[in-house]
């Protein structure tokens, strides 16, 4: 058991995943993840396509996230926008988008990380509905759950995770979330 979590004792059932509560893996997996986000966030179109989704000049969105939905202030969703958009290549020179980035101490803190997967050759709307149940599993377990997308975005990660991992090469991994216990507020829904 770890922090108080065992795949037994939540009474996971899922065969699709791959359930990682080890320390070192977890921190390889951490430090992976952090790598791949810079790479993925130093893509222009990547951060502009990321800000039109969060929407943190605006009080209010129909779809995406806001500044609330994040949990910022005014003048954190300000400065996001800022450092996503026009300062990030200045930032990025001077070294500072890595801080900016990471996500290591949250994933390094998680009690499990899930690593999902399912057949190969399998149409992607039954790998999104196999998905979804996962989720609601987890859910109805009292956990929530936090995508670490780059690492199954990334063909070079996912390769290293089905490997660590020991993923079959006939499953196709789809994402790796983190997992904890659902605790305090939930943010406001849009």
Avoid at 87 to 116: H, Q, R, Y
Avoid at 148 to 155: R, T, W
């Amino acid at each position: 058991m770890l922090n108080g979590w065992a795949p037994t004792l939540v009474g996971w059932t899922r065969t699709d995943t791959n359930i990682v509560l080890g320390r070192p893996t977890v921190a390889h997996i951490a430090a992976l993840n952090d790598r791949v986000s810079l790479d993925i966030m130093r893509d222009r179109g990547f951060r502009r396509e990321l800000l039109s989704l969060m929407r943190l000049g605006t009080g209010a969105a129909v779809d995406g996230m806001t500044g609330a939905n994040l949990w910022m202030s005014g003048f954190e969703a300000r400065a996001a926008s800022l450092a996503l958009g026009p300062l990030w290549l200045l930032l990025d020179l001077c070294g500072l988008t890595a801080g900016l980035t990471a996500e290591v101490d949250k994933t390094n803190s998680a009690p499990m990380i899930v690593a999902f997967h399912r057949p190969k050759g399998e149409s992607p709307v039954a790998s999104g509905r196999a998905y979804l149940r996962m989720w609601l599993e987890a859910t109805s377990l009292g956990l929530a759950g936090w995508p670490m997308a780059a690492l199954s975005d990334v063909p070079e990660a996912r390769g290293e995770l089905c490997t660590m991992l020991g993923i079959p090469s006939d499953r196709r991994l789809i994402q790796v979330l983190r997992f904890g216990a659902a605790t305090g507020e939930m943010s406001p829904r849009t």
